[in-house]
Structures are given as C-alpha cells and as structure tokens.
C-alpha cells in the first residue's frame, strides 16, 4: 500500500514537470495515469480489506498486520478531523535537489523503471495503440543518444544554413541585373518624379491650420471626411485612381477621343449632305444605299444566313404591306390632288413621278442568292425527274414576270460581264493574254449588244407570243456575256448571235429560221448547264471548258467574222489540225497593242548598241586601257640609276669616256611578278598606301567573331547628314542618363517589385498577342 | 533658327563612312584635348586625410576626417570649410553619415564612437558629441544600415550596434583577427562584408548569430566596396596591386580582375549607377575602373598628390573626390573631358553623336590610341613597364615548367584563380 502511495505521488510530480515542459507526448502518458488514482484508491482499499479477511488466518505476519491497522487507524482519525493528509503529501512542492530529468527520491525504494509507469497503462483503454507501440519500442531500445557535435562543428553547420540563405535572398535580384545590363538606356536615379509641376498636396503638405477661421474650416472638413493634407483626393477617389493605371487611363482616352472624332467627322458630312438640294443627288445616294444594303444581305447570307434571313423577311414584310395598301399609289387623296394639278405644274407631275417612283422600289421583289436557292430547291422539288431545259419550264410558266422588264439594266450585266471576264481567262491559259488586251476595247461593245439586244427582246415579247425563242436567246445572251471562251459549238451560235444583232430587225427572221435549225445541235450543248446561273460562285460550279478560242480583235473584226459566217454554217464540228494551225497563224498577224514591251525590245537594244557605238566612234577604249597598264608596269619596274655621269671635280664634256669604275651599272633584283601578269584586262596597283593602312584596322577586335559582325556595325551612318532627326536622336540615344544635381540612391526593394510587375505586364501582352 | 528643309538622298551625300570616321577622329582628339579633370583641392587639414564620407542628403557635403583626430564639414560648391571639430585623440578611423543625414558618426584610435550633429553648434556653444560610446579596443572601420538606426564597427572583431545602446546588439568573430573595414550592402541591406588582417574577406548576414563566409587571399584585402545597383557584387582592394570584384554567391574565384595600379591599393567607391568604381592607391594615383572591364579607363594624378588614402564617388555620379597624405582632398571629375554644367539642347545633341561616334570607331587604330593615351608620371610609367616584365618572365618560366615537365602535371591557373587561396565555410 505504501508502495502505490509513493508511486502515486512521483506520478503526480513527474505530472507537474511533464506541464511545465510542455512534451506532449509524455504529458498524454501522465494524464492517463493521473486518471487513474481513484480506481488505484479503490484497488487499495479491497485490497486493504481483502488482506484484512486474510489476516485471520495467517499469524505469522503480526508486525505487518499491526502496521497496517494503525495506519487505517491513522486514516480514521484523519476522516474525522476532517483533513486529507494525501491531497497533503500531493500537493507539496518538488524538492529543490529533485532534477527535471531523473526522478530520484531520497526516500524511495529504488529507480522507478518504464516498465512500472507501463503496467498501468496497459490496463487503461484511453491510451492509443500507437503510443504504447511507441513505448514499447522505447523500452526495448537500449541505444545511447549521441553526444551533441563540436562546437566548431555546429558552427560551420550553422554557417553554410545561412550563406544558403543569404544566398538565395540575393538571387532575387538576378533577372533586375540581368535586365539592367542589357538595358539600351539606363535612367538614373532609379524612381524619378515624373517631370512637371508638383501637385499641391505636396506643397501643401507642411502647412497647418493657424486662424480660427481655418480652423473652423478643417473642423468641417474633418467632420465630412474630406482629405485636407496630403492626399488631396477622398478615399472613394483614391480607390478610383488606382482601378485605372496611367497606361490604360491614356488607352482608353485615346479610344474615346478617336470615337468622338469619328463621331464628330460623320455628322458634318451628314448636314453637308443634307443641305445639298439636288434631288438627283439625294436619288443616287439612295440607290447607292439600297445596293449597299443588298451587298451586306449577301455577305450576311455567307457569314449569318439566319440574321440574313430576318432581314430578308423584314424586306418582304414591307413589301407586302405596300401591295397591301397601295399606299404610294395613285390612290390617296394627296395624289388625285396631285394629278389634277400635274397638267400644269411641273413641280406637281415630279412628284407624283417620285411617289411612283417609291412605290415600284417598294414593290419590287428582291432577288437575292437565298432566295434563289430556295426558289431552286422548290423547282428542284417540283421537277427533279424531268430534265427539260429551263426554258420549257419557263414557257410553261406563261407570260413572263413583267418584274423582269426593269431588270436587265445596264449596271448587272456590266457586273455579270466583269465576272465571267476572269474566268474567260482562266478557262483559256494559252489564249488569255490576247483576250486580255482585247477585253478592254470589247467590253463597251458587248455592252452595247447586249442592251441593243435587250430592248430587241422587249420588242420581241410585245410581239410574239412564243416566249421559247425568246428564252432561248436570253439564255444566248448569258452564254455570251459569262462564258466567251466556249467550244466550237458555242462559237457559231455566237457568230449568228452577232450577225443578229447586226442584222437588226430585217435579220430577224433568218436568225430564226436558223435557231429552230441548230437547235438540235445546241440542246445537248444547253443541256449541258442545267445549273442556272445568276451569281459568281455559280460561274465557278460550271464545268471548265478545255479551250476557249479568244475572241477577234476588234480592229479585225468586220472581214474574219464574215468569213467565218460564211464558211461555218457548213463546218464540221471536229478540230482539224490544219485549221489550228490556220487559226494560230492568224492569230500571230494581228497587230498587238502598243501596250506590249518585249516585241520591242531586239529593235530597240540594237538601235542603242549601234547609237553608242556611234558616239563613241572614235575612242579606242582597250588600246588606252592597254597603254595605261603598260605604263603602270614600267613605273613599277626598277629603273636603271646611269653612275657614268662625270661628278664634283671631274672633267666634263663632249666625247668623254666614263671612267671604268664608273662603267658599272648598278641594277637591283627584279621586282616580284605583278598580280595583275595574267589579268588582261585588270590593273592592280602594288602601291600600297602607307598613310592609309595607318587609319585601318588590320585585325579583328576582340568582342566580335567575324569580319561580318564587325562591318556591319558601320554599315549605317549615325549623323544628321544621312538621317532624319528622329532617327538621329534614337540612334544617339546614351547609355546612361543622370540627372543633375539628383541624388543617386541604391537600388531599393521597390525596383525589384517593379521589375516583378513589368515582367508579368509584358508576358501578359506577348500572351494576348498570341492569343490575337 | 531657319528650318531648312534636308534631302537625305544617300547619293547627295557621299563618302558617309570616311566622313564619319574623319568626325570620329576629331571628336576623339578634341576629347583628349577638353580632358582636365582636376577641379580644386580643399586644404585644411593639418595631417593626413585618413577617412571621406558623403552625406548621404546633400551632394554639396562632405566630410573628412584626418589623422590628427580632427573632423571638418566642407562645402564642395564654395570649396571651403564650414566646420572644424576636435573628434578624436589620434586618427580618425571611420566616419558615416547617418541615412537620414542628420548626424554622423566617427570611430577614432581613442576607442570611441561619438555621434555628432550634422548642424553647427550655435555661438558660444562647444562642440559636443550627442553620444560617445567606449569601447574596449581601437576600431578600425565604421559603416551604417541604409534604412535603420544600425550601424556596425571592427576592429578586434565585428559589431553591430543599435544606435539607442551602449552595447553591440550582435558580435561576429572568427579566429583571432583584426579587421580593416566593414561594409554594409546597401541593396541587401541586412549583409555585410568585412576585411581581416589574415587576407581574408569575411560576410555577414546580420540577423544570423554566424559569420556566412570566408575567402582567404594570397594578400591582406584593405577595403571593399558593394556595388549600389547589383546586389551580390562588390569590389575588394587588396595589397598585391589589384582589385577583384567578386560574387558574393561564388567566392571561389573573383568575376573580375582589375589591374592596372603599381602598389597597393588603398580604398575603392563604386560610382552611384553601379556601372564603375574608382580605386585610390599607394602609388599616387587614383584609377577609374568599368566594374567589367579589366583595366581602368582613366588615371588621375597631380605633381603634388601623394598617397591616396580614401576615395568616395559624389551621390550626383559627376564627381570624385580623393583624399590624400598629404592634407589635401582633391575634386575630381569623373569624366574628364565632360562640360560642367548646364548643357543647350543642341549641346547635348552634339556629345552625345560625338560619343557615339567614339564607340563606333573605337577600334580604328587612330581613335584607340588617342583615346587611350594618358600621361604618367615617370617613376608610375616605369614601375608599371618593370611589372609588366615581371610578369611576362613569370608566364614565360610558367610556360617553360610546363614544357619540360610531364603533360598535366602543371596546370594552367588563370589569372583570377591565382590569388585566392581558399573559401571556408
């Protein structure tokens, strides 16, 4: 019993080191332990009476049993004055010889051992499994901690930890040095005020409220929140400043100073056009608008065909809201008005003219490639099967669309022809230069044709009913303007259409008679395009002819194209070669534009050859250049020094003989063989220029690694003399720019950040550029 | 001024490159000719100039200490004295100016550091230091944090000090040494750098408890000097005539080699733009070094300057101010042939083209050998040619060791591994 007690009290104890330590670990144990002492109470106190009951029995035990009851009594004693003599003992302070470490009472009955403090713990449930496998281990391990390094030794440890440290702190600085050597230009010092005028919160920050009526305003001021000293502006200004960087400040003002420019620009022109009277003007600009806007339904049809669509509709709605009411016809009040006065104003009858004029535009059906193709689709649904030509389907349809009438005039078939011109060429590569040339002459002349034409088939509808051969030559008419190259075939029906429309009306008839004729021939040749064709793209689906024969001349015309009239009414549909060959021919004998360049050129290189050769007829350029390096090469020769001349005290005169000291000659070894010796037509001087080699460099300096690196630091001048100012000051720019009288401070931790910040502003705006 | 207006058509105006170089050539000799950097020289002093310090808020400023203990406040645009104070008994070792530039601090052979108010006592009053700390040995260098009221001395070994205490906040030593300089980096202001008399050069972090590093030399270091832009070099200025710049990260062998000087070298300040430094040595001269490049690029003597003891680079970058054995301290300016002053626009325009010009044709022989040219004083020119011999007999018996000996066994040691004997860590 004795023995738990003391136990129980180095627990407590060794619980009260363990808090102050603070280990956690050990701290658990205690605490599990320390739960304990009510349950050990009870243990003792069966235990008390269990060897109570056995105290009977046994009598050789008398001094322990005596011990055991005047303890007991003790207790009873001490129950009844109503102390606690454990919680006593408890809570008594550590003796001052007791270590923290070693728990070593004086009075004990010896060390106490893991395994003691373990017993306990085995039995308590709370404890987790890991920390008595940990105690475990603890126990059996019987290793001796190391002893702690040299002094020495730990100091260079601690050492090298902090030049790592130190080291990588300064590593930050890397890319800030880096950048600074590469830099064009360096400004000192680092954070420079920009230039100007200081703002007044700065000037005004050392001054202080002095009058009661300053004051007074700054209590009010103060009162409301206001700023008064250093930042001038109010918190919620503040915040605005900083949401906006200068830079995107100045993008954004420039955009918007460009709108309200635009803006501006716009509304000027628009007065200035609406003062303009002229109502042909305002008539023009309107068709301009009105085909501006159909141009855009057709790109919105490309690009949105829904968005095109809407707009389409939008269109037909108003159409059919004019047919509906019939608003702009002659039917309001306003016109019956207007056409009482017509007779005799003139102001009156134009507009009722304009009104019509309103009326047709707002009636009029809209063509466009999707109505088109829905209009195909719909044919395409309604007679896939048979294969007639169109214009039986046409015929069928009865008199033709009056609508029509307005349509054929001068500016669509001027565009169609525009369009099948490319093509033409593409069709034909060998005979695309020639039709080229002839285009420009040809073009106003087919339009002619064709609106000679159109007004024919006016004529033609108005009086005949047969609307087949009328459709037929329309379709002529297409043929003609899209597709010029054509086979053979196409050529003939050409030639006819031609003389048709020279004919006029008395050829008519003819022209007819020849149509229903060839038509045999030529059905398989418009069978051929089922495909109608309206727009350009429907010009590409058409299948590529394999040669197009290019049109005459328009010089030549009148004969060939008779002959031709003549002779292939009864020609055979074949290519034979000799005919090629004739054609080819003909073709060479055409006289070309004077556009042409190289036809001229032989002619004209002689002409000069033969001009120069007569300015500089009497120059002998290779005898003087001859003379010239013969001359060079005796002054490079070593000369010949005559010593026979009679000198200071010797006789002289005529008939003398040199003395024979004097006889002979002084010759120097031959010079080293001219480099120009096998070059006729070279001199190389062998003079070197001494004064000259003084001011070159003779080899290459150090930073560079070939010539070409080094000359081409001198390729560019750097004065004004050879550059504009601009690039004078860019290329001059210096290295370094210091400001007077400004103190240069050290680099800041402030650089690094705004060097941080650069770094990313700039990998953010190469990524949006990429991203562009 | 007329506006004319210019064709630039290149074949109006021929011969660009010949005229250009003829430019070039003339900008060159009228560079050597405009060259007088020597500006004035402030006498006072009745020993030695042994220590300079700028202020660190005022470029007009400046402050010298010299070896009969006494401290004068010059200003450098009236070129005289404005203030004259006993500091110390014996030399003054070191003096700095507080960051904020409202007091300095000197170290003197009596053992103290005394803190002194920048501002003239008033009339009648006496001069009197706002603090004096004793110390128990002689300190040797001084040098103050650039943004706190820190600053660090050595001698015996390295303190740093906390301006409201009397006592070091922090001791550095290593071995038995005695330490000539001590260094604060001012980009990194928390390291230090400090030369020992053992031919080392020892760094610090302040905030560790341990010294970082050692590189020990062939030959004792006499001071060093952190670049201001770039925050791991500095600069050492050692006995054996040269200078070595090294990274702080790689102390196994220095960047940069600079030679040129023919005797010790005394003191070192790197220029304000981190891009040259000037060197103050034993030989009565003063060098100016492009931190990269291996010689200097200028060299400053007089008839009557004798040994340069310290050496500071004015805050402005225009100017270098030397002082010397022999009482004075000198005006220099950093770039000899520059135009004090305001410049016109047009003025400008005109050096700055001539100075490209220069750059663009340095390596015509012509332009390199007028450039280069510098007079010398006879004994320097003939000291440096002896070295110059010296040197080549050395590489020339290298060459033979390695020629007769087996291949390997002598390696070749460059120039910059040569003089650093090894890093401890």
């Not at chain 1, 002779?567 to 080819?584: A, D, F, P, R, Y």
């Not at chain 1, 500089?616 to 001859?626: P, T, Y």
Request: charged share 35%; proline share 5%.
């Amino acid at each position: 019993m004795a023995h738990v007690r003391v136990r129980c009290s180095v627990i407590c104890i060794m619980a009260k080191v363990s808090k102050k330590k603070g280990s956690k670990k050990i701290k658990k144990v205690v605490m599990s332990v320390e739960e304990q002492p009510p349950v050990n109470e009870e243990e003792e106190e069966e235990a008390g009476m269990a060897g109570a009951e056995g105290d009977i029995g046994s009598s050789g035990e008398d001094e322990g049993e005596d011990e055991r009851k005047r303890q007991k009594l003790l207790q009873a004693i001490s129950a009844l004055g109503g102390k606690r003599k454990k919680a006593l003992g408890e809570r008594s302070e550590a003796a001052v010889d007791m270590s923290e470490f070693s728990v070593n009472p004086e009075d004990g009955p010896g060390k106490v051992q893991l395994s003691d403090l373990m017993g306990t713990l085995e039995k308590t449930p709370a404890v987790p499994a890991k920390t008595r496998k940990l105690l475990e281990n603890l126990q059996r391990n019987k290793k001796t901690v190391d002893s702690p390094l040299s002094k020495q030794e730990t100091e260079r440890i601690q050492r090298g930890m902090a030049f790592q440290k130190a080291a990588t702190e300064v590593s930050r600085w890397d890319s800030v040095i880096t950048q600074n050597q590469r830099a064009e230009q360096l400004l000192f010092p680092l954070n420079q005020e920009p230039a100007g005028p200081r703002p007044i919160e700065r000037l005004v920050a050392g001054w202080k409220a002095q009058t009661p009526l300053e004051q007074e305003v700054f209590a009010l001021l103060s009162a409301n929140k206001q700023p008064f000293t250093d930042p001038i502006l109010t918190p919620a200004e503040e915040a605005s400043v900083k949401a906006m960087s200068l830079e995107e400040a100045k993008i954004r003002r420039a955009e918007l100073q460009k709108a309200r420019a635009l803006q501006s620009y716009y509304e000027a022109k628009a007065r200035r056009e609406k003062k303009i009277k002229s109502k042909k003007y305002h008539k023009v600009q309107n068709k301009v608008k009105r085909k501006g806007l159909l141009k855009h339904i057709e790109q919105m049809i490309k690009t949105d065909p829904a968005a095109a669509m809407q707009e389409l509709n939008k269109m037909e709605l108003a159409r059919m809201q004019e047919r509906m009411s019939l608003k702009h016809q002659n039917s309001s009040k306003w016109a019956k008005s207007k056409a009482i006065m017509a007779k005799y104003d003139e102001e009156a009858r134009k507009a009722m003219q304009q009104q019509l004029e309103m009326n047709r535009e707002l009636t009029q059906k809209l063509v466009t490639p999707l109505n088109e193709e829905e209009e195909e689709e719909e044919e395409g649904a309604a007679g896939e099967a048979d294969v007639l030509p169109d214009f039986v389907n046409d015929a069928v349809d009865g008199p033709p669309n009056p609508w029509m009438k307005g349509k054929l005039t001068e500016e669509p078939t001027k565009e169609q022809v525009n369009d099948a011109a490319p093509e033409a060429a593409s069709v034909s590569a060998a005979a695309a230069e020639e039709e080229e040339e002839e285009w420009a002459a040809d073009k106003t002349e087919e339009e002619a044709l064709l609106r000679e034409f159109d007004c024919r088939r006016k004529r033609h509808q108005a009086q005949e009913s047969d609307t087949a051969g009328s459709i037929f030559q329309e379709e002529m008419t297409e043929a003609a303007a899209e597709d010029s190259g054509a086979s053979d075939c196409d050529e003939e029906a050409r030639s006819e259409f031609r003389s048709i429309s020279r004919g006029g009306e008395e050829g008519f008839k003819a022209t007819e008679a020849v149509n229903c004729a060839d038509r045999t021939d030529e059905s398989a040749q418009l069978e051929e395009r089922l495909i109608r064709i309206r727009t350009v793209e429907d010009l590409e689906r058409l299948p590529h002819e394999p040669s197009a024969e290019p049109r005459d001349p328009p010089t030549t015309k009148a004969q060939p194209s008779e002959e031709k009239r003549v002779g292939k009414s009864k020609k055979k549909k074949g290519i034979e070669l000799k005919e090629v060959l004739t054609k080819n021919t003909n073709i060479i004998k055409v006289p070309l534009a004077p556009t042409g360049t190289d036809s001229e050129d032989p002619e004209a290189k002689v002409d000069q050859k033969g001009l120069i050769k007569e300015a500089f007829a009497g120059d002998d350029v290779i005898s003087d250049f001859l003379k010239d390096k013969r001359r060079q090469e005796d002054e490079g020769k070593p000369k010949v020094i005559d010593l026979t001349l009679p000198g200071w005290g010797e006789w002289g005169g005529l008939g003398l003989k040199p003395p024979k000291r004097k006889r002979r000659k002084v010759r120097s070894a031959p010079p080293p063989p001219r480099k120009d010796q096998r070059l006729p037509t070279v001199i190389i001087t062998e003079k070197k220029n001494a004064s000259i080699s003084l001011h070159q460099v003779h080899s290459l300096p150090f930073p560079f690694e070939n010539h070409a690196q080094f000359e081409s630091c001198f390729r560019s001048p750097l004065g004004r003399t050879w550059n504009t100012e601009r690039t004078v000051k860019k290329v001059t720019k210096p290295r370094v720019v210091t400001q007077m009288g400004a103190i240069i401070d050290p680099m800041a931790e402030e650089e690094l950040l705004r060097n941080k910040d650069a770094v990313a502003r700039e990998t953010s705006s190469v990524n949006s550029k990429k991203s562009r | 001024m007329l506006k004319i207006p210019r064709n630039y058509d290149p074949s109006l105006h021929p011969f660009e490159l010949s005229r250009e170089y003829t430019r070039a050539l003339n900008a060159t000799k009228l560079e050597r000719v405009f060259a007088k950097p020597f500006l004035s020289s402030l006498d006072g002093h009745r020993d030695g100039v042994n220590c300079l310090a700028k202020h660190t808020r005022s470029l007009s400023t400046l402050l010298s200490g010299s070896c009969d203990g006494v401290v004068k406040v010059w200003n450098l645009t009236k070129r005289e004295c404005v203030r004259t104070l006993q500091a110390h008994e014996g030399f003054v070792r070191g003096m700095v100016v507080r960051y904020c530039g409202s007091s300095f601090f000197t170290i003197g052979d009596d053992k103290t550091i005394k803190q002194w108010n920048m501002e003239a006592p008033g009339y009648g009053e006496e001069e009197e230091p706002l603090n004096t700390i004793l110390g128990k040995t002689v300190f040797t260098g001084l040098d103050h944090h650039q943004k706190k009221g820190v600053f660090a001395t050595c001698g015996q070994q390295v303190d740093i000090w906390d301006e409201q205490r009397s006592t070091p906040i922090r001791s550095f030593s290593w071995g038995v040494d005695s330490f000539s300089s001590v260094r604060f980096n001012p980009v990194e202001t928390e390291l230090l750098g400090s030369c020992a008399s053992d031919r080392s050069i020892v760094l610090y972090d302040m905030r560790e408890s341990t010294p970082l590093k050692k590189v020990i030399m062939t030959m004792r270091t006499n001071t060093l000097c952190w670049n201001p832009m770039e925050a791991y070099f500095f600069t050492c200025a050692n006995e054996d005539y040269n200078l070595y710049t090294y990274d702080m990260r790689y102390l196994e062998k220095p960047c940069k080699v600079h030679m040129d000087h023919v005797s010790a070298v005394l003191d070192v300040d790197y220029s304000p733009t981190g891009l040259e430094f000037v060197s103050a040595s034993f030989d009565k001269t003063v060098r100016i070094f492009p931190k990269d490049a291996g010689h200097s690029r200028e060299v400053y003597h007089t008839k009557r300057m004798q040994h340069v003891i310290c050496i500071k680079w004015s805050a402005d970058n225009k100017y270098i101010l030397s002082g010397s054995d022999e009482m004075n301290i000198r005006l220099w300016k950093a770039n000899a042939a520059e135009k004090l002053g305001v410049l016109a626009p047009r003025e400008r325009e005109a050096v700055n083209y001539s100075q490209k010009l220069k750059e663009k044709f340095q390596h015509y022989p012509q332009i390199k050998r007028i450039a280069r040219h510098r007079h010398l004083p006879k004994n320097i020119y003939h000291q440096r040619n002896e070295l110059r011999v010296m040197k080549e007999a050395r590489r020339r018996k290298e060459t033979n060791v390695r020629k007769h000996s087996k291949p390997g066994s002598v390696p070749v040691v460059s120039e910059k591994e040569k003089h650093v004997v090894s890093v401890v860590d």
